[in-house]
């Protein structure tokens, strides 16, 4: 029975020293719980140094979990600070392809892509590294941690050198990017100047529709460049540095255009209200010239040949009729005017214009024709003394500083001579024809003007 009863009392005592231990433990932790921060760390090493943790000595293997430790450090700020750089120039890379379209930055392109495949193995290599050692396990062994270390430390390596490569190609790219910001420096301002140049015309509008203008054509030139500003709000990254740097260019250009034209508009309309009277005016005073055109004629008919008067017998049917026609250009034009439709009205007065000239010269011609023919067959002598000038005066020109005159020069100005006096001769009989007297010899004079004409040009080219 003894032996039985100390049975069945160990292990009671056994169960009893358990929950004692087990007691102790949990006060232990309450405590530890209970005591303040500074207490807390310093009481922790205490509190887990018994049980079954085993802890590292101040042996070899320390030392080894410790230069791993500090080649995976070294790595992991080798890693971040080539992903740093790589993110840097990406940056200067888009850059430079948004703004320049050449060959050189399509280059720097590939050579950037072509480092990020190297960053991209290196960086897995590295992961892996990092990956295949927990530098963390208890039971670490002095020969995983060197192994670690070495890895680790290849990795590190790795990454500095391309990193090296990466710095040297950002040096690189110095004057490509110096030439996209100086680009991306441009486009900020040319927008600006923009959106002010359209303002600046929209309000040169408003000002002349204040005044009565409709200056509806320019409203339609400023109304097309809003799709052009559309494309200027929505930016760069979506047309292009280049391309919204020249949009906004054109836009400049037209809006500035635009403004220039509405602001000239009441001086243009006030101009063509004054050439509507000018050109009534001298309308009314051609059709009154051109009804002392037949007395002219009959002059003419009267005491010349028909050869010095046929050619102007329909000058007062054309003249006439041109005046009616410029009357009917010239309503035209009023009605374009007050339609404020200020191309036509301008299209309008220049036809005018070309129709009152030809019939003004018209009738101005058979006034002229009776004048010169009454002074050269009153006189013909006086003519024929001009056309000799004119003919001594070319010789005298072809014979300076030569011995001979250049036969070049001499064969027109003898052809010359000969012309005038056949006009002469044809002058006697009992009705000479005056006007081919007088265009014949105003034709001798023009062939002795080309003669002096080159041999000037002549003598300026040999100087």
């Known amino acids: 029975m003894t032996a039985t009863f100390a049975q069945s009392v160990r292990p009671a005592r056994r169960r009893t020293s358990a929950v004692a231990a087990l007691a102790t433990a949990v006060r232990d932790t309450v405590t530890l719980a209970l005591l303040p921060l500074p207490l807390l760390l310093a009481a922790a090493p205490a509190a887990f140094a018994g049980g079954g943790t085993r802890r590292w000595g101040r042996g070899r293997g320390e030392g080894q979990r410790a ?18 750089a790589q993110r840097d120039l990406r940056i200067s890379i888009e850059t430079i392809t948004a703004v320049d379209p050449s060959p050189a930055a399509r280059k720097a392109a590939g050579d950037f892509a072509a480092l990020g495949h190297r960053i991209d193995e290196v960086s897995h290599t590295y992961i892996g590294a990092v990956d295949s050692h927990d530098l963390d396990r208890d039971d670490l062994d002095a020969g995983t941690a060197a192994r670690a270390r070495t890895d680790l430390t290849k990795a590190k390596d790795e990454l500095l050198r391309v990193k090296a490569d990466l710095e040297r190609f950002g040096q690189s790219l110095g004057p490509l990017l110096a030439t996209a910001e100086t680009q991306l420096a441009r486009l900020a301002p040319a927008v600006e100047r923009a959106r002010q140049g359209l303002l600046a015309a929209s309000g040169a509008l408003d000002a ?23 494309k200027l709000n929505q930016g760069a990254g979506q047309h292009g540095v280049q391309e919204t740097i020249q949009r906004a260019d054109r ?8 403004r220039g034209q509405a602001e000239t508009l009441p001086e243009k309309a006030a101009d063509i209200d004054k050439r509507l009277v000018s050109l009534r005016t001298r309308a009314q005073a051609i059709t009154t010239r051109a009804a002392g055109v037949e007395p002219v004629l009959s002059e003419l008919r009267r005491r010349y040949s028909a050869a010095c008067w046929q050619d102007l017998q329909r000058v007062p049917e054309e003249s006439s009729r041109a005046v009616a026609q410029a009357e009917e250009k010239l309503q035209e034009a009023r009605t374009a005017r007050a ?5 036509d009205a301008l299209a309008r007065l220049s036809t005018v214009r070309a129709l009152l000239n030809t019939t003004d010269e018209a009738v101005s011609a058979a006034g002229d024709r009776l004048r010169r023919l009454d002074e050269v067959s009153f006189d013909h002598q006086k003519e024929v003394e001009r056309t000799r000038f004119a003919i001594r005066d070319a010789q005298r020109l072809a014979m ?17 001579v000969a012309r ?11 009705h000479p ?10 034709a001798v004079r023009q062939a002795a003007a080309r003669v002096v004409q080159e041999i000037r040009e002549e003598r300026g080219a040999g100087q």
């Open 433 to 442: 024809d005056w006007w081919a007297f007088l265009t014949e010899t105003e």
């Open 420 to 430: 005038l006096d056949r006009a002469v001769a044809g002058l006697e009989g009992r």
């Open 339 to 343: 339609e404020q439709c200020w191309p």
């Open 400 to 416: 300076a500083g030569r011995s001979t005159p250049d036969p070049r020069h001499a064969r027109p100005l003898d052809d010359a």
């Open 251 to 258: 836009v400049v250009r037209e809006a500035e255009a635009i």
């Open 208 to 230: 002349v529709r204040a005044s009565g203008l409709k200056a509806d054509d320019l409203a339609a030139r400023l109304a097309a460049l809003a799709p052009e500003l559309t």
């Open 67 to 84: 230069d791993a430790q500090a080649a995976k450090d070294a790595a992991a700020a080798a890693f971040y600070e080539l992903d740093t």
